[in-house]
């Protein structure tokens, strides 16, 4: 090997040694701002399944995930039946929960299979996870599919 692939092969090789060893990946999607400065983008985009089946007044949620970034909550719903759940995206400092809140951004029913963007101020209230809550507001309903905290892509709002 010449000097100059070497000396790639050694900084590629630390590199991703390095990325094993971190939570925080070494080589992360840039994208440049309006200014030209450059943001990291980190994900949290992989689908969890989750399942709502709730009699009157109840209510639950999943539990809370890390969310990287100002994108919506994205979610799929497969199945749903009874009365439509009232959808919420609570956001918490961390995936304990501490100091979570309602952070949703509109009103959203769980009536409407499909994918779809639930609007959320989670990372602009200081808060780093998400987690998707419903509530029966009018009667017994059940929904079902998957969510994740960051929204990769472009998707209707769920309506209400």
Known sequence: MKRQSLTKFAFASCAVAVSLMTATPVFADTVSDVAGTEVSTYANNSDTG?????????????????KDDSSSLYIKILAYSGKPLRLYVDGAYDTGGSGWKDCTEGVYRSNHK???????????????????????????????????????GRYQKLPA
């Open 50 to 66: 989750f399942a709502f089946n709730l009699g009157r007044g109840g209510k639950v949620g999943t539990g809370f995930r890390r």
């Open 114 to 152: 499909g994918e779809w963007e639930m609007y959320n101020q989670v990372n602009e209230s200081g808060r780093h996870a998400a987690r998707l809550t419903s509530w029966a507001e009018n009667g017994a309903g059940s929904v079902n599919g998957v969510w994740s905290p960051d929204c990769v």
